[in-house]
């Protein structure tokens, strides 16, 4: 399943940090690149506002 981060992003850069396969970069707010993703859902679990969804 892939995620996606949403427009509740508050660019704090915790998901960029814990993401194993450095798949998420910096922009207006976040954003995964699916190419990369490894989909195992570090990111959706340790973003502290839950801006991180399953597509």
Do not use: F, L, N, W
């Not at 954003?31 to 969804?53: E, W, Y």
């Amino acid at each position: 399943m892939a995620y996606r981060i949403t427009d509740a992003c508050a660019a704090c850069g915790t998901c960029a940090g814990e993401c194993p396969v450095e798949a998420i970069s910096e922009g207006d707010i976040y954003v995964i690149d699916q190419d990369k993703c490894a989909q195992c859902g570090t990111c959706a679990s340790v973003c502290p506002v839950g801006a991180i969804v399953e597509e």
